[in-house]
């Protein structure tokens, strides 16, 4: 296990470069998350944490962002290709769902959305007046990665109350190797920006 579970994931709502915060349990930081802003396509450094002295991984996206576009993962200090995820696509329109690959090009991983109504719900919701303000205090998503060898659950991504702040959980509840729970960490912070966009 790298961390020390469940990991907080945050980030201010209204900013004009997505940031987020991922903390462990004992409040250390993870990492930060920094998006290049007016870029054609996605360009996300990962830092150690605020001060951004030291850029961990590498996001980036090898299209303008469509349904078929594939976010590949890079570890910064020795360049070395860590995998990649992308969505599958007009198939994940009613339930979310995202493929997890290894370095190989090898999907190891499905993550896929618990129950997608509660994302229907939510965005019919948001546009009811003074109501949509608070959805974010009782109507949370999850998802689940799974192993695509065993279909056991190996981490779970919560939506979590907040107010003026998105806030996430990250748990593990399977066994995962090192290099698997580092894809899913970077894939998972990839899906909170997505869902960050739609609010």
């Known amino acids: 296990m790298t961390f020390n579970y469940p990991l907080d994931i945050r980030f201010k709502l209204v900013a004009l470069a997505p940031r987020m915060s991922v903390s462990d349990t004992r409040g250390q930081s993870v990492c930060f998350v920094s998006q290049k802003v007016f870029k054609l396509k996605e360009d996300i450094q990962v830092f150690q944490d605020e001060s951004r002295s030291r850029e961990l991984y590498r996001i980036r996206a090898d299209k303008i962002f469509d349904f078929t576009t594939t976010y590949h993962f890079t570890d910064s200090s020795t360049g070395q290709a860590l995998g990649a995820i992308k969505s599958q696509g007009w198939t994940s329109i009613w339930r979310a769902t995202y493929e997890v690959m290894n370095a190989e090009g090898v999907v190891t991983h499905r993550i896929t959305e618990d ?52 806030r996430y959980s990250l748990n593990q509840v399977g066994e995962v190797s090192t290099n698997d729970e580092i894809r899913l960490m970077l894939s998972f912070m990839l899906i909170v920006q997505f869902m960050r966009r739609r609010g």
């Open 115 to 166: 129950n997608p109504w509660i994302k229907i719900i939510d965005s019919l919701v948001s546009q009811i007046e003074i109501v949509g303000i608070f959805t974010g205090f009782f109507l949370h998503p999850s998802y689940s990665a799974q192993d695509v060898n065993t279909a056991a659950p190996d981490i779970r991504l919560k939506k979590e109350s907040g107010l003026f702040e998105g």
